[in-house]
Protein backbone atom coordinates (compact mmCIF):
# COMPACT_ATOMS: atom_id res chain seq x y z
CA UNK A 1 0.00 0.00 0.00
CA UNK A 2 2.55 2.14 0.83
CA UNK A 3 4.76 1.57 -2.31
CA UNK A 4 1.33 2.30 -4.25
CA UNK A 5 0.70 5.63 -2.45
CA UNK A 6 4.53 6.68 -3.52
CA UNK A 7 4.19 6.14 -6.82
CA UNK A 8 0.90 8.18 -6.73
CA UNK A 9 2.90 11.10 -5.37
CA UNK A 10 5.33 10.42 -8.14
CA UNK A 11 2.58 10.82 -10.69
CA UNK A 12 1.13 13.91 -9.29
CA UNK A 13 5.09 15.69 -8.83
CA UNK A 14 4.98 14.94 -12.75
CA UNK A 15 2.24 16.48 -13.64
CA UNK A 16 2.50 19.20 -11.50
CA UNK A 17 5.75 20.15 -13.32
CA UNK A 18 4.44 19.25 -16.49
CA UNK A 19 1.40 21.73 -15.96
CA UNK A 20 3.78 24.13 -14.52
CA UNK A 21 6.14 24.12 -17.57
CA UNK A 22 3.04 24.44 -20.15
CA UNK A 23 2.15 27.56 -18.32
CA UNK A 24 5.37 28.92 -18.09
CA UNK A 25 5.49 28.69 -22.11
CA UNK A 26 1.99 30.01 -22.37
CA UNK A 27 3.25 33.38 -20.15
CA UNK A 28 6.06 33.18 -22.24
CA UNK A 29 4.60 33.16 -25.89
CA UNK A 30 2.33 35.50 -24.74
CA UNK A 31 4.62 38.17 -23.85
CA UNK A 32 7.07 37.47 -26.86
CA UNK A 33 3.65 37.90 -28.82
CA UNK A 34 2.94 41.45 -27.29
CA UNK A 35 6.47 42.43 -27.65
CA UNK A 36 6.67 41.41 -31.60
CA UNK A 37 3.29 43.24 -32.47
CA UNK A 38 4.18 46.36 -30.41
CA UNK A 39 7.24 46.36 -32.67
CA UNK A 40 5.61 45.79 -35.71
CA UNK A 41 3.04 47.99 -34.64
CA UNK A 42 5.80 50.86 -34.60
CA UNK A 43 7.46 50.12 -37.89
CA UNK A 44 4.37 49.74 -39.83
CA UNK A 45 2.73 53.35 -38.07
CA UNK A 46 6.43 54.97 -39.41
CA UNK A 47 5.01 53.86 -42.62
CA UNK A 48 7.37 50.71 -43.27
CA UNK A 49 6.56 47.92 -45.69
CA UNK A 50 6.89 44.64 -45.21
CA UNK A 51 8.69 42.73 -47.95
CA UNK A 52 6.99 39.84 -49.92
CA UNK A 53 10.15 37.77 -49.88
CA UNK A 54 10.42 38.10 -45.71
CA UNK A 55 7.98 39.57 -43.18
CA UNK A 56 10.77 40.54 -41.03
CA UNK A 57 12.38 42.41 -43.95
CA UNK A 58 10.48 46.37 -43.79
CA UNK A 59 11.39 48.58 -46.41
CA UNK A 60 10.66 52.61 -46.66
CA UNK A 61 11.61 55.34 -49.70
CA UNK A 62 11.37 58.67 -49.33
CA UNK A 63 12.64 61.39 -51.34
CA UNK A 64 16.16 60.40 -49.90
CA UNK A 65 16.33 57.29 -50.54
CA UNK A 66 15.83 54.17 -49.38
CA UNK A 67 15.69 52.76 -45.90
CA UNK A 68 15.91 49.05 -44.86
CA UNK A 69 15.22 47.29 -41.22
CA UNK A 70 15.83 43.52 -41.10
CA UNK A 71 14.56 41.83 -37.89
CA UNK A 72 16.13 39.08 -36.30
CA UNK A 73 14.39 37.89 -33.00
CA UNK A 74 15.89 40.80 -30.44
CA UNK A 75 18.58 41.85 -32.92
CA UNK A 76 17.91 44.32 -36.49
CA UNK A 77 19.98 45.82 -38.90
CA UNK A 78 19.24 49.58 -40.09
CA UNK A 79 20.47 50.81 -43.52
CA UNK A 80 19.59 53.26 -45.75
CA UNK A 81 20.03 56.61 -47.16
CA UNK A 82 17.89 58.57 -45.46
CA UNK A 83 19.92 59.69 -42.25
CA UNK A 84 17.04 61.42 -40.80
CA UNK A 85 14.38 59.05 -40.52
CA UNK A 86 17.12 56.68 -39.42
CA UNK A 87 17.32 58.63 -36.72
CA UNK A 88 13.68 59.29 -36.07
CA UNK A 89 13.16 55.15 -36.27
CA UNK A 90 16.39 55.12 -33.97
CA UNK A 91 14.95 57.70 -31.41
CA UNK A 92 11.32 55.75 -30.95
CA UNK A 93 12.79 52.29 -30.50
CA UNK A 94 14.59 53.61 -28.07
CA UNK A 95 11.82 55.10 -26.30
CA UNK A 96 9.48 51.80 -26.61
CA UNK A 97 11.82 49.17 -25.61
CA UNK A 98 15.73 48.61 -23.71
CA UNK A 99 17.66 48.64 -26.75
CA UNK A 100 21.60 49.98 -27.49
CA UNK A 101 22.97 51.00 -30.97
CA UNK A 102 26.07 48.90 -31.34
CA UNK A 103 27.16 51.57 -33.82
CA UNK A 104 28.39 50.21 -37.40
CA UNK A 105 27.57 46.64 -38.40
CA UNK A 106 30.46 44.34 -37.20
CA UNK A 107 28.88 40.88 -36.47
CA UNK A 108 25.23 39.53 -37.24
CA UNK A 109 23.95 36.23 -36.74
CA UNK A 110 27.11 34.79 -36.52
CA UNK A 111 28.26 36.35 -39.89
CA UNK A 112 31.00 38.99 -39.32
CA UNK A 113 31.23 42.18 -41.65
CA UNK A 114 34.19 44.11 -42.85
CA UNK A 115 34.29 47.14 -45.08
CA UNK A 116 35.85 50.11 -46.89
CA UNK A 117 34.62 52.64 -48.95
CA UNK A 118 34.72 49.96 -51.89
CA UNK A 119 34.00 46.84 -50.80
CA UNK A 120 32.04 44.77 -47.97
CA UNK A 121 33.04 41.54 -46.30
CA UNK A 122 31.08 38.68 -45.41
CA UNK A 123 32.79 35.78 -42.92
CA UNK A 124 32.00 32.76 -40.55
CA UNK A 125 35.47 32.71 -39.51
CA UNK A 126 34.27 32.17 -35.36
CA UNK A 127 31.29 30.20 -36.58
CA UNK A 128 33.62 27.69 -38.31
CA UNK A 129 35.57 27.72 -35.60
CA UNK A 130 33.06 26.68 -33.49
CA UNK A 131 31.43 23.70 -35.69
CA UNK A 132 35.01 22.05 -35.48
CA UNK A 133 34.50 22.11 -32.06
CA UNK A 134 31.23 20.94 -31.94
CA UNK A 135 32.33 17.87 -34.00
CA UNK A 136 35.21 17.61 -31.51
CA UNK A 137 37.39 17.94 -34.70
CA UNK A 138 41.32 17.83 -33.52
CA UNK A 139 42.40 16.32 -37.15
CA UNK A 140 45.25 18.86 -38.29
CA UNK A 141 45.28 17.48 -42.08
CA UNK A 142 43.76 19.77 -44.53
CA UNK A 143 42.58 19.51 -48.05
CA UNK A 144 42.39 21.28 -51.40
CA UNK A 145 38.62 20.06 -52.32
CA UNK A 146 35.69 19.58 -49.73
CA UNK A 147 35.21 16.32 -51.96
CA UNK A 148 37.07 13.35 -53.39
CA UNK A 149 37.10 13.32 -57.02
CA UNK A 150 34.64 11.36 -58.60
CA UNK A 151 33.32 10.02 -54.90
CA UNK A 152 29.87 8.86 -55.26
CA UNK A 153 27.44 8.03 -52.55
CA UNK A 154 24.85 5.58 -51.69
CA UNK A 155 22.38 4.32 -49.19
CA UNK A 156 24.62 1.63 -47.94
CA UNK A 157 24.82 -1.00 -45.57
CA UNK A 158 27.99 0.01 -44.08
CA UNK A 159 28.73 0.44 -40.40
CA UNK A 160 26.01 3.20 -38.78
CA UNK A 161 27.68 6.11 -37.38
CA UNK A 162 28.59 6.24 -34.00
CA UNK A 163 26.34 9.19 -33.22
CA UNK A 164 23.79 10.00 -35.67
CA UNK A 165 22.49 13.15 -34.07
CA UNK A 166 25.49 14.81 -34.23
CA UNK A 167 25.72 13.96 -37.96
CA UNK A 168 22.78 16.24 -37.86
CA UNK A 169 23.81 18.99 -35.99
CA UNK A 170 27.14 19.20 -37.99
CA UNK A 171 25.20 19.31 -41.18
CA UNK A 172 22.97 21.83 -40.14
CA UNK A 173 25.54 24.29 -39.40
CA UNK A 174 27.47 23.41 -42.39
CA UNK A 175 24.34 24.30 -44.33
CA UNK A 176 24.08 27.67 -42.19
CA UNK A 177 27.68 28.36 -43.56
CA UNK A 178 26.79 27.99 -47.34
CA UNK A 179 26.16 31.67 -46.77
CA UNK A 180 29.69 32.92 -46.97
CA UNK A 181 30.71 29.25 -48.04
CA UNK A 182 29.00 28.70 -51.58
CA UNK A 183 31.99 26.79 -52.75
CA UNK A 184 30.72 23.88 -49.86
CA UNK A 185 27.04 23.97 -50.92
CA UNK A 186 27.11 20.93 -53.50
CA UNK A 187 28.50 18.62 -51.29
CA UNK A 188 26.72 19.66 -48.00
CA UNK A 189 23.72 18.82 -50.38
CA UNK A 190 25.05 15.20 -50.65
CA UNK A 191 25.83 14.50 -47.11
CA UNK A 192 22.49 16.10 -46.07
CA UNK A 193 20.92 12.94 -48.30
CA UNK A 194 21.73 10.74 -45.52
CA UNK A 195 20.89 12.61 -42.33
CA UNK A 196 18.26 10.02 -41.67
CA UNK A 197 20.86 6.92 -41.42
CA UNK A 198 24.41 8.33 -41.78
CA UNK A 199 27.13 5.62 -41.97
CA UNK A 200 30.77 5.88 -41.49
CA UNK A 201 31.10 6.42 -45.20
CA UNK A 202 29.11 9.59 -44.74
CA UNK A 203 30.85 10.34 -41.70
CA UNK A 204 33.86 10.31 -43.48
CA UNK A 205 32.65 12.89 -46.45
CA UNK A 206 31.47 15.03 -43.82
CA UNK A 207 35.02 14.83 -42.34
CA UNK A 208 36.51 15.93 -45.78
CA UNK A 209 34.54 18.70 -45.60
CA UNK A 210 35.74 19.82 -41.84
CA UNK A 211 39.73 19.70 -43.28
CA UNK A 212 38.64 21.95 -46.22
CA UNK A 213 36.59 24.08 -44.35
CA UNK A 214 39.52 24.45 -41.83
CA UNK A 215 41.83 25.60 -44.38
CA UNK A 216 39.94 28.15 -45.67
CA UNK A 217 38.25 29.46 -42.59
CA UNK A 218 39.73 33.04 -43.32
CA UNK A 219 38.49 33.30 -46.62
CA UNK A 220 35.87 36.21 -46.81
CA UNK A 221 32.49 36.66 -49.34
CA UNK A 222 33.36 40.12 -51.56
CA UNK A 223 30.69 42.39 -51.81
CA UNK A 224 32.26 45.39 -53.80
CA UNK A 225 29.74 48.56 -53.25
CA UNK A 226 29.38 49.34 -57.00
CA UNK A 227 26.38 51.28 -58.50
CA UNK A 228 26.39 48.41 -61.30
CA UNK A 229 22.94 46.61 -59.79
CA UNK A 230 22.22 44.38 -63.26
CA UNK A 231 21.40 41.13 -62.15
CA UNK A 232 23.36 38.14 -63.41
CA UNK A 233 22.57 34.06 -63.75
CA UNK A 234 24.96 31.29 -65.11
CA UNK A 235 23.96 27.77 -64.30
CA UNK A 236 24.73 24.57 -65.52
CA UNK A 237 23.81 20.93 -65.46
CA UNK A 238 24.96 17.44 -65.87
CA UNK A 239 22.83 14.37 -66.62
CA UNK A 240 21.74 11.53 -64.47
CA UNK A 241 24.39 11.97 -62.13
CA UNK A 242 22.91 11.07 -59.26
CA UNK A 243 23.69 7.34 -58.49
CA UNK A 244 20.54 6.88 -56.64
CA UNK A 245 17.53 8.12 -58.37
CA UNK A 246 18.97 9.38 -61.45
CA UNK A 247 18.27 12.35 -61.29
CA UNK A 248 20.20 15.49 -63.12
CA UNK A 249 22.25 17.63 -60.68
CA UNK A 250 22.15 21.75 -61.74
CA UNK A 251 24.07 24.31 -60.31
CA UNK A 252 23.46 28.22 -60.49
CA UNK A 253 24.77 31.27 -59.34
CA UNK A 254 23.49 34.67 -58.69
CA UNK A 255 25.46 38.19 -59.08
CA UNK A 256 23.83 41.76 -58.45
CA UNK A 257 25.78 43.64 -59.95
CA UNK A 258 29.94 42.44 -59.08
CA UNK A 259 28.58 40.78 -56.09
CA UNK A 260 27.35 37.09 -56.05
CA UNK A 261 24.18 37.17 -53.44
CA UNK A 262 22.85 33.23 -54.58
Given at each position: ???F ?62 I?L??Y ?23 Q??M??L ?7 SI ?30 I ?30 S ?8 P ?48 R ?31
Open positions: MRNLLYIRQILQIWFFYLLVRVLLIVIGYIRSRLILKIFYLIYSLQFVSSSHDFALFVKCTDAGRISLIDDMIIIGDDINVISVLKTKLAKFEKDGYLRYFVEVAYSPRDYLLSQSKYVTDILKRAKFTDNKVDTPIEVNAKYFFTDDLPSLDPTLYRAIVELIYLTITHDIAYVVHLIDKFVVSPTTIHWAAMLCILRYIRDTVFQSLLLPSTFFLERAYSDANYGSDPTDRKSVTGLCIFLGDSLIY
